[in-house]
Each structure stands twice: as C-alpha cells, then as structure tokens.
Nanobody, 123 residues
Framework: VQLQASGGGLAQPGGSLRLSCATS????????MGWYHQAPGKQREMVAVVDAGGSIAFADSVKGRFTISRDNAKNITYLQMNSLKPEDTAVYYCNADVVVITSTGGVYAYDLWGQGTQVTVSS
C-alpha cells in the first residue's frame, strides 16, 4: 500500500497549483487524509487535513487560499493552492491513515506518507 503525490512545480506569486495524492494497493478504509509541508531547515507542518466524515482543518497560514478535497471512491486527495506566496515554498507530503485487511483476515492500520513533491513559488 502506497501513496503517490504529484502536481508540484514552479509557480509565480499569486499563482496556483494543484497537488494530487493517489493510493495504491488493497485498502479497506481510509480515515484522515492530508497534506503537510516542510521548508528547508524547518519541521514538517500540517497544511490541511480532511477526515472520513468531511471535516477539514487548515493551517492558519493557508486559510482562504488553499482547499482540500477527497474522492472517496478513488481514494485520492487533492490540494488546490491559490494565491501562492513565496513562503509556501516547501516539499509537500501527503498522508493517510489507512486500514488494510489481508487475505488471511489480518487487520492492520498504517500511517502512510507519500514521497513528497516540491513546490516553489518565485518570480
């Protein structure tokens, strides 16, 4: 079971980018899905999280600019980033709390991380 993030790149200040995070493998259920970012020399921080019921939390720094959504049928989460600022520059990681049921009936919970995608905001 893996997460694959995509959609990063270079944007100008005020521009937009959309990140996607897709799951692969046999997943029974997904609880929270979210995005975190880590700038050079800083700790990884939460950007936005959406739980299975649709409740959403945002970091104060992105409220009003970023939106998060999830497609429960496809187990994909998206982060739409608008009005980008240079301080949004970071590596963005997707995260998901998943439950897997194996062929032998074992039930396992995993806290998965994607590989990270670079977002650079610069003129």
């Amino acid at each position: 079971v893996q997460l694959q993030a995509s959609g990063g790149g270079l944007a100008q200040p005020g521009g937009s980018l959309r990140l996607s995070c897709a799951t692969s493998g046999s997943i029974f259920s997904i609880n929270a899905m979210g995005w975190y970012h880590q700038a050079p020399g800083k700790q990884r921080e939460m950007v936005a999280v959406v739980d299975a019921g649709g409740s959403i939390a945002f970091a104060d720094s992105v409220k009003g600019r970023f939106t998060i959504s999830r497609d429960n049928a496809k187990n994909i989460t998206y982060l739409q980033m608008n009005s980008l600022k240079p301080e949004d520059t970071a590596v963005y990681y997707c995260n998901a709390d998943v439950v897997v049921i194996t062929s032998t009936g074992g039930v396992y919970a995993y806290d998965l991380w994607g590989q990270g995608t670079q977002v650079t905001v610069s003129s």
